[in-house]
């Protein structure tokens, strides 16, 4: 029996040999690929084991760290949770981060090489280490006004200071309780990620900047300046409105809202024509105007399709191919492959309240080191020049007048001049109701946009509202 | 490679060249064991400073306890088998040492993270096991004095095995993560499938002597090997039957795997003939793919097993956690305590070869496994040395079964297998497991004593002497 024992004992070497390579090949070849691993959780314990840095908005944090008794040291909680989470997002042991803390996730966790001084000082002083804070544009009063004026629906908004570019809200609903995904129970974490997939819009989507709609009517605005920046018009300037518009080379009847004409005459001063926002008057205007014009000042704005940061990324906004004439007519009125962000369209609204400057919207106000020193500053910086201050006036007598008189009157504030314009976008389903605009009107300090998708309703009677309460949020805060 | 078991000095025939006084190297056990007891307090000591900044209370009474232990087992051996194999029993008291270390760090790891209150306290609970471990293992040395008493019983040991086997499919209550391995009374279970394993290689290795003529009869020769006779067949696939129905019923791959491992191997080494692996590998794969066909839960350790990632929420979640332990620790690992082998679920039993290897480094883990192969080829040479059909088989049986295990085990832990749930002997978390392998342990021990014992005193007869010499010209 001697002989197959010793080749029974050869193969014990043989097989034994086999897991020595095997662990080799898993401790030194591979370890770095496991080590660094996403789901390889000890880095998560060694990143949760440190202070994360606070977010803070007007003074107060809105996500800080807690310390506990838990495995992992430190829990992420968040102080008004869905009110901020668009912006704030979430941290998660399981789903990794989003929004702020994702894209500011090196200061946050004190990774970031403005804190580097402070990291060598940690490390000679035995400190525990922790990172930055991060101080936000947000206005609370703003945002609170934003989230409530939305709640219910699904939809955006957008506010920003038109001066500076701060972000000073920046809802969107549904929204959620980020505390719920960023907890220390992974399975509580996921009864809770299953119930948001379970959600007809998923409230993780901040739709004021992930996501581009119709845009409608507040396209207008962009004609309006192409129109006025050209030379060739004023508000005063009489353009045709019939009630209805064959498309050129179609038989396409392009009509009004609600197939109403414009004007008895057939035409109408240009502020007349925003003012009522009369589809056919823009259809031939964009056409008379010309791909080029339009394009070029819908670009200015920054509609070119690509994205932007403000930190978080915005999705980039488009005015389509134009193939035609005829499609021309219907991008004029904001149809047809015209989609912005409610960021973009905010923006729209911001370059007219600043004297034809668009000002780089940013959220982030400055970097903070532990002890509350300012790191890192964020300066105002000019996006573009879409038109000059004269053409910006224009448009503001004109933005007037559509609160005054014409569709957006629901954003009428006593004692308050409002500027803005409506939008009805037709789509697949019931159609996106928008409104733009800016206040106080002779000296803006905030311009807004307002979405709600498939709201039903005009842009004058359900977003309209909304942002009046927004603007009011902020004048009442003394801004 | 074949050198551990043909080095100088151990060949059987100087053994029992007379006139020679053998030494029984009963020093070399005491020096290593004191060593292994080093150790063991070593890591102890290391575990408590690094996770709580200064040593445990309980040190103190586990050194006393843990070294008492090996003192008495020493004592014992050296009074009931004088001329045993002094390498295997501090083999076992480094291995057991380390993983009561393991334990214990797995159970302070509550405490590294700034909670008062320690995770468990499964060390002391393992401490008693290894104990009562110790109990079996002088039982086994003092009631076997002859371990070829034991073929007269092998008919009864595969009955209780064969019980033992069965009892958690039929009795209620017996499934723990999807496995039916466990009996359970008051707060209490035990895995009856490991000492089933012992009793069965019992009755392996005394059927197999038995029949080993008749099972080596060639029929025909096909491509070199020489095929059994069909009617032989029958005990092998009575072996491959209950492997199966293991599977079935308490869907418990290792034990199944393990169990028909060592038949096909224990019938290889009676009858020299390797068709019978071939025979047994045919089987196995046919078996194999049948159940993969048939059976869910196969199908799932198979499919996270090719590729853990892909599954990495959910059956592939314990690989992946090990294959991280095991990555994160490195060439030379975290350090005892400094590491969070306790991210690794069941990382006390099942997953504690990760632990070590995350703590430890590899050059911890080759160690530890390096030290299983030393046991392992140490009772393989026990085989080789000892001069009965029996003795020889059943130390094969019992030092293949560990190495088998260890192989399944650490194969499932590292991904180079699936996963299969059975322990790493002496070192995981478990009471069943560890005094079932002091038990194997004292019968190696028992075996080996035989082996080296002088053929003065051998109480072997001249018929069986005989034997040996011949077989090794034979080869």
């Known amino acids: 029996m001697n002989a197959p024992l010793r080749k029974v004992a050869i193969s014990v070497l043989v097989l034994f040999t086999l897991l020595i390579v095997n662990v080799n090949v898993i401790q030194v070849i591979r370890a770095e690929g496991l080590r660094e691993n996403s789901r390889n959780t000890r880095v998560l314990t060694d990143e949760y084991g440190r202070e994360r840095g606070a977010i803070v ?50 200061v946050l966790r004190g990774t970031d090489d403005r804190l580097f001084g402070r990291r060598l000082a940690d490390l000679f002083t035995g400190r525990d280490p922790s990172g930055g804070n991060v101080e936000l544009t947000l206005e609370p009063a703003v945002q609170e006004a934003a989230m409530a004026g939305l709640a219910g629906q699904v939809g955006a908004v957008v506010a920003l200071d038109p001066s500076t570019g701060e972000v000073l809200a920046l809802a969107s609903t549904p929204t959620y309780d980020p505390n719920l995904l960023s907890s220390h129970d992974p399975a509580a974490i996921r009864a809770y990620d299953e119930e948001l997939d379970a959600m007809e819009t998923d409230p993780r989507i901040n739709v004021g900047i992930s996501e581009r709609y119709p845009a409608g009517s507040i396209f207008k605005v962009v004609v309006a300046a192409a129109a006025l920046a050209s030379g060739d018009y004023t508000p005063e300037t009489v353009v045709p409105a019939p009630q209805d518009y064959i498309l050129p080379g179609t038989s396409t009847d392009l009509q009004n809202f609600g197939n109403e004409p414009c004007s008895p005459t057939g035409e109408q001063p240009l502020i007349d024509a925003l003012t009522i926002s009369c589809n056919t008057a823009f259809a031939q205007l964009g056409i008379d105007l010309g791909e080029e014009a339009v394009r070029e000042m819908a670009e200015a704005f920054g ?30 009125i904001g149809q047809r492959d015209v989609a912005l962000t409610p960021m973009q369209a905010a923006m729209i609204a911001a370059a007219v309240a600043n004297d034809g400057v668009l000002m780089n919207p940013y959220l982030v106000e400055s970097i903070q080191a532990p002890d509350l020193t300012v790191l890192d500053q964020t300066e105002p910086e000019p996006f573009s020049e879409p038109f000059s201050e004269e053409v910006a006036a224009q448009l503001t007598e004109m933005m007037t007048n559509v609160v005054d008189e014409g569709t957006g009157r629901r954003a009428q504030i006593s004692g308050i001049q409002v500027a803005g314009k409506t939008g009805t976008a037709e789509n697949a389903g019931p159609d996106h109701n928008w409104f733009i605009g800016f206040a106080p009107a002779e000296d803006p300090s905030i311009a807004v946009a307002v979405f709600i998708r498939n709201g039903g309703g005009t842009g004058g009677d359900v977003s309209a509202p909304i942002a009046r309460s927004v603007i009011e949020a902020h004048l009442q805060g003394g801004g | 490679m074949a050198a551990p078991v043909n080095g100088p000095g151990t060949d059987p025939r100087a053994a029992i060249a007379p006139g020679t006084a053998i030494p029984t190297r009963r020093g070399t056990e005491l020096l290593l064991l004191g060593f292994a007891v080093l150790i063991t307090l070593a890591a102890h000591l290391i575990i408590d400073i690094t996770v709580t900044g200064s040593p445990g209370t309980e040190l103190v009474t586990f050194g006393i306890w843990f070294s008492a232990l090996w003192l008495v087992a020493h004592v014992v051996v050296r009074r009931f088998a004088p001329y045993a194999d002094p390498l295997l029993l501090p083999c076992v008291a480094v291995l057991s040492g380390l993983g009561l270390s393991m334990i214990h760090r797995l159970d302070i790891a509550g405490t590294q993270l700034g909670g008062d209150e320690p995770t468990s306290v499964d060390a002391p609970v393992q401490l008693v096991w290894a104990t009562v471990g110790l109990a079996l293992f002088i039982a086994v040395l003092v009631i076997v004095r002859d371990h070829r008493a034991l073929a007269r019983f092998a008919y009864t040991l595969a009955l209780i095995g064969l019980v033992l086997l069965a009892l958690p499919a039929v009795l209620p209550n017996s499934e723990i993560n999807g496995a039916k391995l466990w009996i359970r009374f008051g707060g209490f279970s035990i895995q009856p499938g490991e000492f089933a394993k012992i009793c069965l290689i019992v009755f392996f290795a005394a059927y197999l002597v038995d029949k080993r ?35 079935v019923f308490e869907r418990d791959l290792g034990s199944s795997l393990l169990l028909f491992g060592i038949f096909v191997v224990m019938l290889y080494v009676a009858t020299e003939r390797a068709s019978w692996l071939v025979i047994g590998l045919l089987l196995f794969a046919g078996g194999a793919f049948v159940a993969y066909q048939l059976f869910s839960h196969v199908r799932v350790r198979v499919d996270t097993w090719l590729d853990p990632f892909a599954y990495a929420d959910t059956g592939g979640y314990q690989v992946v956690q090990s294959l991280f332990s ?26 504690i070869a990760a632990a070590i290897g995350e703590e430890l480094g590899l050059f911890g883990l080759v160690a530890m496994i390096v030290i299983y192969l030393v046991l392992v080829e140490r009772g393989l040479r026990t085989s080789l040395v000892v001069r009965d059909g029996f003795g020889k088989l059943l130390a094969a049986g019992l030092a293949f079964s560990l190495a088998w295990q ?33 038990g194997l342990v004292a019968l190696l021990v028992r075996i080996s004593d035989a082996a080296r014992r002088p053929a003065a005193t051998a109480t072997s007869t001249p018929a069986k002497l005989t034997d040996a010499p011949t077989e090794v010209v034979q080869q």
Do not use: C, H, M
């Open chain 1, 303 to 332: 509609i070119d399709g690509t994205g932007f940061d403000i930190p978080l990324p915005v999705e980039g906004s488009t005015i389509g191919d134009i193939e035609s004439d005829a499609a021309l007519g219907q991008t004029s």
């Open chain 2, 213 to 247: 003529d008749v099972l080596a009869l060639a029929s025909r020769r096909v491509l070199r090997l020489e095929l059994p006779r069909g009617r032989d067949l029958g005990p092998v696939l009575l072996a491959w039957v209950a492997s199966i129905l293991v599977l």
């Open chain 2, 406 to 438: 260890v192989f399944v085990v650490l194969g499932g832990v590292t991904g180079l297998l699936p996963l299969t749930g059975l322990t790493t002997p002496f070192l995981a978390y478990g009471g069943s497991s560890l005094v079932a392998n002091f």
């Open chain 1, 57 to 106: 908005v007007d003074g107060n944090e809105i996500a800080s760290s807690v310390e506990t008794d838990d495995t992992l040291r430190y829990l992420r909680t968040y102080a008004n949770g869905p009110l901020y989470a668009p912006v704030t997002g979430y941290y998660s042991v399981l789903f990794g981060n989003r929004g702020i803390e994702r894209v500011e996730n090196d």
């Open chain 2, 326 to 351: 095991l990555g994160t620790g490195g060439l030379f690992g975290a350090g005892l305590g400094g590491g969070r082998p306790d991210q690794v679920p069941v990382a006390k039993s099942d997953f």
